[in-house]
């Protein structure tokens, strides 16, 4: 068993909690987030041992969610915002609970590393995570628009009118996966190599 078994049991406990949570809190569109619906492929992954489902998910919330770390840390230590989006995490108007089940976002990307240091790397995980998108993307952008979910409008979460809507979706299409998901691919080809170096 390359994966421990009370990681999968402490994680599906976990999502077990989460899930009908953010559910009341949110609403359904809300499991349409790549880093909401990470936390259900995560706990089938861990279930399944699957090195693609790590790697899948690793090229789409690694960059995103180190940034998500990032910016909560700048802010924790400096009371400053150094990129933006987790602003919420100190808004006490919303509930404690909701904030600390939203760290989920800073050990996903430690756990998904180790994942795949564990059970090795699929390099077809890019081209799945681009596919994703290619479906989630669309319905973000015509279902319940208004949440502007995955910036499927808009960045942070603010709707854009520099082109037409479709347009801007085409190019988030083409974009994302080429400046995001392709570049934390070639990353962690490179990682786990070295990790096979040195064993």
């Not at 909690?17 to 559910?23: G, I, K």
């Not at 987790?86 to 760290?103: G, H, K, N």
């Not at 795949?116 to 989630?136: C, E, F, H």
Request: charged fraction near 15%.
């Amino acid at each position: 068993m390359r994966i421990p078994l009370w990681i999968k049991v402490l994680w599906t406990a976990w999502v077990i909690v989460w899930a009908p949570v953010y559910w009341l809190r949110y609403g359904a569109q809300n499991f349409l987030f790549f880093c909401d619906l990470g936390n259900l492929f995560i706990a089938a992954g861990l279930w399944l041992e699957s090195p693609l489902i790590f790697s899948w998910l690793a090229t789409g919330l690694l960059f995103f969610q180190t940034l998500f770390t990032i910016d909560l840390a700048g802010a924790f230590v400096s009371g400053r915002h150094l990129i933006g989006g987790t602003e919420y995490m100190f808004d006490p108007q919303v509930p404690l609970a909701i904030r600390l089940l939203s760290l989920f976002h800073v050990v996903t990307p430690p756990l998904l590393l180790w994942a795949i240091w564990r059970s090795g790397y699929d390099k077809r995980g890019w081209k799945y995570q681009t596919l994703t998108a290619w479906v989630v993307i669309p319905i973000n952008y015509f279902w319940r628009p208004e949440f502007d979910v995955n910036w499927a409008r808009g960045p942070f979460f603010r709707e854009q009118h520099a082109m037409p809507g479709i347009v801007y979706v085409l190019v988030y299409l083409i974009v994302v996966p080429a400046a995001v998901y392709y570049p934390t691919h070639r990353l962690l080809v490179w990682l786990t190599e070295r990790w096979r170096a040195r064993t």
